[in-house]
């Protein structure tokens, strides 16, 4: 249910997964579309599309960590930082494009919406904000200004959002859902 959730923009997955640039661009409906390249945008959507960028820079204290996941139910659950805004369970989805965070944290940080997405749920398209996270962090990983859709969760109980590629996307990555550890290495700068 968590992966229909981001079920219009799942097919971005490879593009993403390889350091892909994917471009959006909204139509005449307000629906946001996401493609591979420039070339895939119609020509009268080409002036307001905006490339779908994860972050500003990325940083790390050291390069390789074990992040130890939590199981609940079907979903593994991995602890993310929020600057000052302290530390939250969110779920780890490798199928998500964007990662999502709850309006209780986006409220309890003071984030304004820069933008809004219209995102398929498993039920209907939902217009939903689209916020700046001034930093996000696992272990001692560090995104900075990453956009999150907000969206609570179905039946969230302590899960405050959902981690995408988005934030996988900068680093190599290795899941063991035997041990429950999630191996993260910093990619070499360019």
Do not use: W
């Amino acid at each position: 249910m968590l992966r229909s959730i981001l079920k219009a923009l799942a097919y971005l997955l490879p593009a993403l997964a390889l350091g892909g640039t994917v471009m959006t661009y909204k139509d005449e409906n307000g629906t946001l579309h996401a493609v591979m390249n420039e070339n895939e945008i119609p020509e009268k959507y080409r002036a307001g599309s905006k490339k779908l960028a994860g972050s500003t820079s990325t940083e790390s204290g050291s390069g390789e960590a074990n992040v130890k996941l939590v199981r609940e139910r079907n979903s593994l659950m991995i602890e993310v930082g929020y600057g000052a805004g302290g530390t939250h369970l969110m779920v780890l989805d490798t199928g998500a494009s964007i990662s999502m965070i709850s309006k209780k944290v986006v409220l309890a940080l003071g984030l304004q919406p820069i933008d809004y997405a219209n995102i398929q749920t498993a039920s209907s398209l939902i217009k939903a904000p689209v916020v700046v996270m001034p930093e996000i962090s696992v272990a001692q990983f560090k995104v900075f200004n990453m956009k999150m859709v907000v969206h609570d969760l179905p039946g969230a109980g302590d899960r405050q959002g959902l981690l995408g590629v988005d934030f996988l996307n900068h680093f190599k990555m290795e899941l063991d859902t035997e041990t429950g550890l999630l191996h993260l290495k910093q990619k070499p700068k360019k």
